[in-house]
């Protein structure tokens, strides 16, 4: 599986966006971008995923670069309980290898 | 609330003793799947069922021992472990394991402690 790499850390005002960067630069042509998010003492969460095109859905958006090297996690409106570790993996398989991830907190 | 329930929810035990971690989920996935998380660490892979047969066991030591009964149900059997086993255990499942569109569902793991 690809490997992938993300800021350690970033802050984000409540109401704003959030935009969380990835980049895998070695991803295949059939491995699939995810994000999961891990709120302190829980289970990660899984928010969204993709392969080529763009998704969106009740929680985030995600945008994947043409050549879908990078990719972005947007929170369109975070809130003080979006504070969490996000993790990005790109997979073909069921095996998710989990990186250091990045630590958003969301201030007021 | 997540739909994959683990329990027990904390659990301590000395390193002599056998106990069994539980797993379970009623949304008809055909994979499972076993990760170990230390504080402040990402999770990492321990084994992974694909229709109730292990694919995958990433070297875990013997004294971790899974089993799946059935589809719905994943278990993790413990014996003889040491203070470093010590970590938060979570469980997964995902629709099919064999492809990548096919997102894990965690549930919030079982908080280990070995004395």
């Known amino acids: 599986d690809a490997k992938t790499t993300q800021p350690t850390s970033m802050d984000c005002a409540e109401g704003r966006a959030a935009n969380l960067p990835c980049n895998h630069s070695?991803?295949?042509?059939?491995?699939?971008v995810y994000w999961y998010r891990q709120i302190h003492s829980q289970g990660p969460q899984y928010i969204i995923h993709?392969?080529?095109n763009n998704e969106t859905n009740e929680m985030a958006s995600l945008i994947i670069t043409e050549d879908r090297k990078s990719s972005t996690l947007i929170l369109p409106h975070a809130t003080l309980r979006d504070t969490a570790v996000y993790y990005c993996?790109?997979?073909?398989?069921?095996?998710?290898?989990f990186g250091q991830g990045t630590t958003l907190q969301v201030k007021p | 609330d997540t739909e994959v329930t683990q329990t027990p929810k904390h659990l301590v035990m000395g390193m002599t003793n056998k106990k069994s971690l539980k797993c379970e989920q009623h949304?008809?996935?055909?994979?499972m799947y076993w990760y170990k998380q230390k504080a402040k660490k990402p999770p990492e892979l321990m084994f992974v069922?694909?229709?109730?047969?292990?694919?995958i066991n990433e070297s875990v030591p013997s004294r971790f021992s899974p089993e799946c009964p059935n589809s719905s149900l994943l278990n993790l059997h413990l014996h003889a472990l040491q203070p470093e086993d010590s970590a938060l255990y979570l469980c997964?499942?995902?629709?099919?394991?064999?492809?990548?569109?096919?997102?894990?569902?965690f549930g919030n793991g079982t908080r280990l402690t070995v004395t």
């Open positions: 993709g392969l080529k």
């Open positions: 070695t991803i295949s042509g059939n491995e699939y």
């Open positions: 993996i790109v997979s073909n398989t069921g095996k998710l290898i």
């Open positions: 069922y694909s229709y109730e047969k292990l694919s």
């Open positions: 949304m008809g996935h055909r994979a």
């Open positions: 997964a499942s995902s629709q099919d394991g064999g492809y990548g569109d096919s997102p894990l569902h």
